[in-house]
């Protein structure tokens, strides 16, 4: 499994590439400073996992997953307890403080393993498709709507709003949770922003910076990053 460190701390960075080393399964490909270099190496690395710090000089790693397509597995690794609970509410698979003890780190590379094996098990099974239902609550109104319906799922903030019918509810969940829930063959993460329905692609059409415009039945439109493009048009094409 191939690993990005994401620390401030040269001699964090240090000290845990030294105590992977007796995890061979566990590769290290990189080391970032700061968000905005492990952006980027995310980017052109594509690694499985991240051993992510929280305090950083600029953005922190909640802002960093943020600014994602689509996020590895994360660790986080920090000197603060107070983010724990923040932590798991973005799909972390662990949290550990530091100074980070060996035995601890064998525990959060068990989880990690893990989740790899449901990954390619039992997981998949459990994948949301378009035959079905669910439950939808914003405020006092509710629904019970099938997932062929709901063309578009678009962040905003801390919520998702959800587009089916004339309806735009809220649900108070990540963008990164969800899809990882939705079955691929059925949606797919054009952006940071945006799970579209392939069901409801009317039409598409070349945007900026090697982007796509892509239209769904009904008239909303979605841009689909550039980092997405080519994905996108495999996905698409006979």
């Known amino acids: 499994m191939r690993a990005l460190i994401v620390d401030d701390e040269r001699l964090a960075r240090k000290e845990l590439i030294k105590l992977l080393e007796d995890h061979p399964s566990i590769e290290v490909v990189g080391e970032a400073m ?22 950083m000089p600029g953005r922190t790693g909640f802002q960093l997953l943020e600014s994602l397509d689509s996020a590895p597995l994360v660790v986080f690794t920090t000197a603060y307890d107070e983010f724990a609970l923040k932590a798991f509410e973005v799909n972390a698979l662990d949290y550990v403080l ?34 079905d239902q669910v ?22 903030g801390n919520y998702i709003k959800v587009y089916f019918d004339s309806n735009r509810p809220m ?36 945007w900026f910076n090697g982007g796509l415009m892509v239209k769904l039945k009904g008239g909303d439109k979605v841009e689909v990053s550039r980092r997405q493009a080519a994905k996108f048009k495999d996905m698409m094409s006979l």
């Open 34 to 55: 700061n968000a905005d270099e492990a952006e980027q190496m995310v980017n052109e690395l594509n690694p499985d996992l991240l051993f992510l710090d929280i305090q």
């Open 98 to 131: 530091k100074p980070i003890h060996p035995e601890r780190l064998s525990e959060a590379v068990q989880k990690i393993h893990e989740k790899e094996k449901s990954k390619g098990g039992r997981s998949k099974d459990k994948k949301l498709g378009l035959d």
């Open 135 to 156: 439950f939808v609550k914003d405020g006092d109104r509710c629904w019970f709507v099938s997932l062929t319906n709901i063309r578009l799922f678009e962040s905003d």
């Open 171 to 206: 649900i108070h969940k990540s963008l990164n949770a969800l899809d990882e829930k939705l079955d691929e063959r059925a949606f797919f993460r054009a952006s940071r922003k945006h799970i579209i329905n392939l069901s409801w692609v009317e039409s598409i059409e070349p």
